[in-house]
């Protein structure tokens, strides 16, 4: 087949856009995928964790997710859970953990989207173990620079981690350069610092577990 001089100039566009077409196929595989499982940190992922503390490892009660959870029972440390989000957007985050007659009722859970201000909600692990607990929703960008930190500051009773699902809501809007000049006078407001987010507890499901009192 002969190709003359401007062969490279139409297949190195059509090269492009072949790539182009590929790359969003698998994004597109991946949101899909997304939308039916959710993105889920577990404790025993080799990334996406750390932990502050001496967190055991523990398989006695029944419920939890993946191969084990951990627990421990300190005023300090803490356990992190950080997600790979590969497109922006609003995220339902909810948490799993194990119940029992000695955990602590007010485990606070952190939400720390990237670049904003942390929101804590509370929760009660004395009850509804072993079940996805909604923390509410969140809009993340997309990275892993984003977590969902358990604080054990203050905590008296054994408090537990094991994983944390993050299911996408909606995608972020796609935003557009625009030649628009920009108004000299914007609204005095339009600046304004962000308020640091409310104290929130979360609502257990319906459903609920039997206390445990083994660890």
Same mark, same amino acid.
């Given at each position: ?16 856009? #072949? ?5 969003? #196929? ?34 006695t009660v029944s419920g939890y997710y993946g191969q084990d959870y951990e627990i421990i029972r300190s005023q300090t440390g803490s ?13 339902e985050v909810s948490t799993r953990y194990l119940a029992g007659t000695n955990r602590e009722s007010n485990v606070s859970y952190n ?13 009660? #692990? ?90």
């Amino acid at each position: 087949k002969i190709f003359n001089d401007n062969s490279a100039q139409v297949i190195s566009p059509l090269l492009d856009l #072949q790539n182009n077409a590929n790359r969003l #196929q698998t994004n597109l595989n991946t949101l899909l995928t997304q939308i039916k499982t959710g993105i889920i940190v577990d404790n025993a992922d080799l990334t996406g964790i750390s932990r502050v503390g001496a967190w055991e490892k523990s398989t006695t009660v029944s419920g939890y997710y993946g191969q084990d959870y951990e627990i421990i029972r300190s005023q300090t440390g803490s356990f992190t859970f950080s997600p790979n989000i590969p497109q922006a957007g609003t995220y339902e985050v909810s948490t799993r953990y194990l119940a029992g007659t000695n955990r602590e009722s007010n485990v606070s859970y952190n939400i720390i989207p990237e670049g904003k201000v942390a929101t804590t909600v509370l929760v009660d #692990q004395k009850s509804n173990g072993g079940l996805w607990l909604s923390l509410g929703t969140f809009d993340f960008p997309a990275g892993n620079n984003s977590k969902v930190v358990i604080d054990l500051t203050g905590s008296n009773g054994y408090v537990t981690a094991d994983a944390v699902r993050f299911d996408l809501r909606s995608l972020a809007p796609v935003t557009t350069t625009s030649n628009t000049v920009p108004v000299s006078n914007p609204s005095p407001t339009a600046n304004a610092p962000t308020a640091a987010a409310p104290l929130r507890t979360a609502v257990p499901p319906p459903t609920t577990t039997p206390n445990q009192t083994s660890v």
